[in-house]
């Protein structure tokens, strides 16, 4: 399965990682792999994740580290890395 990464998660993720390197540079590094890595093994067994909490649909899930939530979309063929929130119910945005 392919790995694709929708804008929304990028900007998200870039301005966390924006966020983080103003107080500590090798922090925002480490949290950057870590979380590639995590996303990386999504396609090995997708539906080991839990269902979203932000949607009705059993093809959205989420992975959670570290307080963070990555929330993709199953797809045939491709795992869409779509959302990316911090400790919230309800994303605003």
Not at 8 to 15: A, S, Y
Request: glycine share 2%.
């Amino acid at each position: 399965m392919k790995i694709i990464y929708k804008d929304t998660f990028v900007e998200r993720l870039e301005k966390q990682l924006k966020y983080i390197a103003k107080n500590n540079q090798k922090s925002a590094i480490k949290l950057k792999s870590e979380l590639l890595q995590r996303i990386k093994s999504i396609p090995e067994n997708p539906y080991l994740f839990r269902k979203s909490i932000y949607f009705e649909d059993d093809s959205i899930r989420d992975l959670i580290h570290k307080g963070y939530t990555i929330v993709f979309r199953i797809r045939e063929n491709q795992i869409q890395v779509f959302g990316f929130v911090r400790f919230q119910e309800k994303p605003t945005d």
